[in-house]
């Protein structure tokens, strides 16, 4: 079964330094996600991509964040400046999102662990 | 606005006695519910949907549109049981909306 896949599987990086998270989605997919769990804490949006742009985005996606699909596989999360508070999981997800599979689920990464120092 | 709702952060039970997670939306239209699990440090997994009306791992859940509810049960907890469950919803094509989410502890 196709997987979406992410690199690396944990990201250590100091205060202040940029950090791009990859996300490979499955290959068909047109709608991909970036969720953030932070440890111990509840799932959280933020932010979708379709159509090479981005369709919504949550509080938490601030001028920090931005998101990118430079070529036709790679979809990436990068931070521009870290803060401690950045240090999470954050998961990539994607779906389907086509007529045909309309009732598509998400399917999700293993995550990347960012921890900030 | 589209919310999930899971009242409980922690549900303890022991091994054989039965699960209810509870999950309630708020939606206007039809929703598509979801239940995700995730194990420990794992990936959150598709468990169920509603529209397949399926059985997994022994678990259930009906949409109840007069109580808007999508509660997951399952008749006797087992210790692999043991993870994080989170409710989804999906509305407009591809928002998702996930609940804060169950912590279900299985003890010997």
């Known amino acids: 079964e196709p997987e979406v896949t992410q690199t690396p599987s944990h990201q250590v990086t100091q205060m202040g330094q940029e950090v791009i998270l990859r996300c490979v989605p499955i290959?068909?997919?047109?709608?991909f996600y970036w969720y953030r769990q932070i440890l111990g804490q509840k799932v959280e949006f933020l932010v979708s991509f379709y159509n090479n742009e981005i369709s919504e985005k949550s509080e938490i996606f601030d001028d920090q964040f931005s998101v990118e699909r430079p070529d036709g596989s790679n979809f990436t999360l990068k931070i521009r400046s870290t803060k401690l508070e950045d240090s999470a999981m954050y998961f990539c997800a994607s779906t389907s999102g086509t007529d045909i599979d309309y009732n598509s689920p998400l399917h999700f990464g293993n995550g990347t662990r960012l921890t900030v120092t | 606005a589209q919310r999930v709702t899971q009242p409980e952060k922690l549900l303890s039970v022991f091994k054989g006695a039965p699960v209810e997670l509870k999950c309630n939306y708020s939606?206007?239209?039809?929703?598509?519910l979801f239940w995700y699990v995730q194990y420990s440090r794992q990936r959150l997994q598709l468990l169920l949907r509603h529209i397949s009306r399926e059985s997994i791992k022994g678990f259930t859940a009906d949409l109840n549109k007069g109580e808007t509810s999508f509660h997951l049960k399952k008749p006797f907890a087992q210790e692999e049981d043991s993870a994080m469950y989170y409710c989804?919803?999906?509305?407009?094509?591809?928002?998702?909306?996930f609940g804060s989410g169950t912590k279900l502890n299985v003890k010997p």
């Open positions: 989804a919803s999906r509305y407009n094509f591809n928002k998702f909306y």
């Open positions: 939606y206007s239209g039809s929703p598509e």
């Open positions: 290959s068909n997919h047109l709608y």
